[in-house]
């Protein structure tokens, strides 16, 4: 399986050939990963509609592979660089090849600065949702409405040029949609849910301007996954850590399949999957939802791991994000190599999205530079058995998707994200047994009030912080200090982009007041209103 053309070889050539047979396909585009965190969302959106997208590394990738290769379209994606700052990897003579090209966001500034435009860093920067105007009609925005929401992130800005076609702006980018020749460039990015017209750019773009005209069929993702895990594992032992959320409780979903269908010749009386959940700095309920549904089944055999003061010594005395995160991991790392020792595993298997790679900076492999957002803990680890991560290649909506294909709980497929590290990145500074407690205990108010008030379904996650800051505080007519804690919510669909939640006040100073009064330590209680760009949706 071709997963990153790098060279038109003769065996890139010969998979790529083998790919398109497999998808009854003559027609695909090729995708220049420039490293932006949302590159994987496009060669979603084309999967959906029926369009092979093969990852192009830009760094390798020249003119010559491009012609060989005879792609129907070419998108380049955003990134994190800046083509007059650190001008990206590409090599520019593809501009000139003559194929259907769109350029999307760092993309489209690289065939404007290419074709002369001016590109330059902007006074006023674009986060976040904005309003997309039309200036004139194209078959890129053929059926989307003059006046349509958009989501921009980006800090450079390309300027009106004699050079290219005026089709769309922003309030803070008068040149947000453009056309030069069989080039097409938009500032916003159309991959995200946040963007209304979504569905159909894509389509626009590969069936009325590429003109591909076989689009393949599509396919169980769910019984794809469950025939490649079942070749893979043939009934051999797989530890999974297993947190009660719904990305690892859909591996453990498909690894049930995939462990039938390979031991069917064979029975045994002993599972051959083992679940280990780790307790320590875990949300109040989330214990119980793994005994709840994976606790009492012959199929998996379910450890709980208390490491609660291993977690706090390695905590001990960091309080930057990162290092805690870091430290962290360390902890996991051990406790599952443990484990793994124990069962006599052949395999371990985590439940980690595409989301999780990219925002630690991995993902698609090419030479282009990607930002390390935040260091998960379920990537890049190297274990000491082979590790099965069915979901690498998902994100939280089509995870779900997957679960509910395979009959997971929509209990605990409906559950919020919760991150690896849990409650450590909720706590601003040191964590401490103290303020582990104090976190949980906040934690449960706020859900338990969002799920009483019919409010937990509506959003994607919420969470509460404790910040580093103090706040004067007055309780029963005396004086004192006391945390301020900072509840968010948001609004999302996979967890790349969000909105804010505006949750009623009469609920917030529901949840505000139960948690002064119910938890002494805590002085304030504050609510954060910040999209995802430009912040991120856990704390840290």
Request: net charge positive; hydrophobic share 40%.
């Amino acid at each position: 399986m071709l997963t990153t053309f790098r060279k038109a070889t003769p065996e890139a050539l010969a998979s790529l050939s083998e790919e398109l047979r497999v998808r009854k396909a003559t027609s695909f585009v090729l995708l220049f990963s420039m490293g932006s965190q949302f590159d994987h969302l496009i060669v979603r959106e084309l999967a959906r509609i029926g369009v092979y997208c093969l990852v192009a590394d830009p760094a390798t990738v020249r003119a010559a592979d491009v012609r060989k290769a005879a792609p129907k379209g070419i998108i380049i994606s955003g990134g994190p660089a800046s083509v007059h700052a650190e001008p990206p990897p590409f090599d520019g003579a593809i501009f000139d090849i003559g194929i259907p090209t769109l350029g999307v966001c760092l993309g489209f500034q690289m065939w404007a600065k290419h074709i002369g435009a001016r590109v330059e860093p902007a006074a006023s920067r674009e986060f976040g949702v904005h309003m997309l105007s039309l200036q004139k009609s194209d078959p890129l925005f053929s059926g989307v409405k003059r006046k349509s929401l958009v989501l921009q992130s980006h800090g450079d800005k390309v300027f009106p040029s004699r050079n290219f076609l005026l089709l769309g702006s922003t309030d803070n980018a008068p040149v947000s949609a453009a056309r030069s020749a069989h080039l097409w460039g938009v500032q916003f990015h159309p991959e995200v849910s946040d963007t209304e017209s979504r569905p159909l750019l894509f389509e626009n773009f590969c069936f009325r301007i590429c003109g591909i005209t076989d689009p393949y069929p599509a396919g169980s993702a769910a019984k794809a996954k469950v025939r490649e895990l079942r070749e893979t594992i043939r009934g051999r032992k797989v530890l999974i850590a297993l947190s009660g959320g719904s990305d690892s409780s859909v591996v453990a979903f498909l690894l049930r399949r995939a462990q039938e269908g390979a031991s069917r010749a064979k029975p045994r009386s002993a599972p051959r999957l083992r679940g280990i959940y780790i307790r320590g700095i875990d949300r109040p309920d989330d214990e119980a939802y793994v005994h709840k549904y994976f606790g009492r089944h012959k199929w998996i055999d379910v450890r709980i791991v208390d490491a609660t003061d291993e977690f706090l010594r390695a905590l001990k005395g960091k309080k930057r994000m990162r290092d805690k995160r870091i430290a962290m991991r360390g902890v996991y790392k051990k406790i599952l190599e443990h484990e793994v020792k124990r069962f006599g595993a052949d395999f371990i298997a985590q439940g980690t999205l595409y989301t999780d790679l990219r925002e630690s900076g991995l993902g698609h492999a090419t030479g282009a530079r990607v930002a390390e957002i935040k260091v998960h803990h379920n990537t890049g680890i190297a274990f000491s058995v082979p590790e099965l991560a069915p979901l690498a290649d998902s994100v939280k909506d089509s995870a779900r998707d997957i679960g509910r294909e395979l009959g997971v709980p929509e209990d605990l497929l409906i559950r919020h994200p919760f991150p690896g590290p849990g409650l450590v990145v909720r706590i601003e500074g040191e964590v401490t047994a103290a303020r582990l407690a104090v976190a949980r205990a906040i934690d449960g108010i706020y859900i338990e009030e969002l799920r009483k008030a019919g409010l937990y379904e509506s959003v994607w996650q919420a969470g509460a912080t404790i910040t580093g800051s103090e706040h004067t505080a007055t309780k029963g007519d005396d004086a004192g200090m006391g945390c301020v804690v900072a509840l968010w919510a948001v609004w999302s669909v996979n967890g790349f982009t969000a909105r804010f939640a505006q949750l009623p006040f009469d609920f917030l100073d529901t949840v505000s007041r139960r948690i002064t009064n119910e938890v002494r330590e805590v002085g304030a209680v504050v609510y954060r209103i910040s999209d995802k760009p430009p912040a991120t949706i856990e704390w840290g």
